[in-house]
């Protein structure tokens, strides 16, 4: 089955963009959810038409929503829409008055690529009561702060224009304000100390290929993780920043979490 349409958010004030991808073949009970992210020039569609995506969905029984949140970086933006607040808040909220969906947190999970692993640490750090497991591919900004004040003291250079484009500079200013204001809301490793004694925390597993170019980030951020208390995994190999990566983590952080594809277990939730 897949869904593409649009639903009016009463936190953007809009329509937006959203695509469900679940099973073929639909039984009496609820079903276990992954909310996932696109990247930062991609849409909801996205995982669907690059991805094997619809034979996960088969496979696994699970319903994936895809949200539709522009270049924002599932932030509330300072010039623009409060897409964290729509996709944590409100998504779910529409997504279970529609659809047959489990509540409970073991069965709910939020997995992104590039811009969307960002959002989907981003979401599960702050929201670990609502979700069970986070997976993050190739993702960017796992440092913001240091990024910000790059942007903030070589912005106006014409090399920096050069590596990083007119486009992400005018993004983090409509994100971030002119100022380009750090919070820690925002940062991910701060957002991961602040529930590291809480005992409800999400499983993690993120990916990076080994000739991405977020790649010393992303060791740098495991790194980080394996010094705070957390089930965490870190995983890379031969790939770069492309789909035929993300598919590959994609089917990887599927079965790390919710094990073998239910042709063979059967992962279907009883009432």
């Known amino acids: 089955m897949i869904l593409r349409g649009s639903v009016f958010s009463s936190v953007l004030e809009m329509e937006t963009g959203i695509t469900i991808v679940g099973p073929n073949k639909f039984e009496a009970g609820k079903y276990q959810v992954v909310y996932l992210l696109h990247g930062q020039c991609g849409r909801s569609g996205d995982w669907a038409e690059y991805t094997m995506l619809p034979t996960y969905a088969n496979d696994y029984n699970i319903l994936f929503i ?48 590039s811009m969307g692993g960002y959002g989907a640490l981003k979401c599960a750090f702050s929201k670990p009561e609502v979700y069970g497991f986070v997976a993050a591919f190739s993702s960017p900004c796992l440092f913001l702060q240091e990024g910000l004040d790059k942007q903030r003291t070589e912005g106006h250079t014409e090399e920096f224009r050069a590596m990083y484009g007119e486009r992400i500079i005018n993004d983090f200013e409509a994100i971030f304000g002119k100022e380009l204001v750090w ?4 940062e991910i490793v701060e957002l991961a100390k602040k529930i590291n004694g809480e005992k409800v925390k999400p499983k993690i597993y993120t990916a990076c290929g080994t ?40 089917r990887k952080s599927l079965s790390f979490y919710f094990g073998k594809p239910a042709t063979q277990k059967h992962r279907f939730i009883a009432e």
Not at 214 to 240: C, P, S
């Open 183 to 186: 919070t820690s809301a925002n």
């Open 211 to 250: 000739n991405d170019f977020f790649h010393d980030d992303n060791v740098r951020f495991q790194g980080e993780m394996k010094k705070l208390d957390f089930a965490f995994t870190y995983e890379e190999w031969a790939g770069v920043h492309d789909w035929f990566f993300f598919n590959e983590a994609l």
């Open 66 to 113: 895809m949200p539709e949140v522009a270049r924002s970086f599932y932030t509330d933006m300072k010039y623009g829409q409060h897409f964290f607040s729509y996709v944590v808040d409100e998504l779910p909220k529409i997504c279970k008055g529609v659809f047959n969906i489990s509540a409970k947190r073991e069965d709910t999970a939020v997995i992104g690529a």
